[in-house]
């Protein structure tokens, strides 16, 4: 967990209302804007993507980029602290107050998830014989129905099928600093084969899967696109 990246952001915003309020008493548009900048410039820093493909390691637990998770939990927060700031300079304006209120809720309530993922390390993404949990939700195998990887090559994503969700799980490379690819392969096999999920959890069956997916995916000449690839129990190499 990088902290530095959770404290700094809402240290500027704070030290940008200060400066706000002593140039531009009950200026706080001035504030909402100079947030609004530095909300796309910390966008702009933090959610580009260090290298074109994630790498595929074998494992069974895939967590988040420490930076990018620490990130976006400190935008969060700093979101909630403009807001605050907000309240303090549109105050006794009811409309501006309480929008900005609810808005401060919410902000502070998805840093405090995401601080608590980070402090407990909760993966992005992890498989058990049982199932599969992703960001801290499980998810039975028999619910599982199919795993896709959709979007394009700038913005893939992967979306999970589980019965009884209206909206599939989403995985996507801000997320989880593992390839989408991999993943996919990955789930798809345990999937359509339950007789190995008994072997989930052991080093040894990490690097065998690993080694067999990749290898499959090679001698089939398979990559990545921007439709749809489905894997399903006719799609997944036999092991």
Do not use: C, K
Not at 39 to 47: E, G, H, P, W
Not at 201 to 211: D, I, N, P
């Amino acid at each position: 967990m990088r902290w530095s990246w959770v404290v700094v952001p809402s240290l500027i915003v704070l030290g940008a209302g200060v400066l706000v309020r002593a140039l531009a008493p009950g200026g706080y548009l001035w504030l909402a804007l100079a947030g609004l900048i530095g909300f796309l410039v910390n966008q702009l820093i933090t959610d580009l993507r260090r290298r074109e493909e994630p790498p595929a390691r074998p494992g069974w637990e895939f967590h988040p980029s420490p930076r990018l998770a620490s990130a976006r939990a400190g935008r969060a927060f700093a979101v909630a602290t403009i807001m605050v700031l907000t309240i303090l300079f549109a105050a006794p304006d009811p409309v501006p107050v309480g929008a900005a209120a609810f808005a401060a809720a919410v902000s502070l309530g998805i840093g405090v998830r995401l601080v608590t993922r980070l402090v407990r390390h909760t993966p992005a993404l992890r498989l058990s014989a049982t199932g599969i949990e992703v960001r801290g939700a499980r998810y039975a195998w028999d619910r599982i129905g199919g795993v896709e990887l959709n979007g394009d090559r700038e913005h893939p994503r992967l979306d999970v099928l589980v019965s009884g969700r209206r909206r599939s799980v989403t995985l996507r490379p801000s997320s989880v600093d593992a390839s989408l690819l991999f993943l996919m392969d990955l789930i798809g096999y345990h999937q359509s084969h339950p007789e190995r999920r008994t072997a989930i959890g052991q080093a040894e069956e990490a690097r065998r899967v690993h080694e067999l997916l990749l290898s499959a995916r090679l001698a089939a000449g398979l990559r990545g696109g921007p439709g749809p690839i489905v894997t399903g129990p006719s799609r997944v190499a036999d092991g």
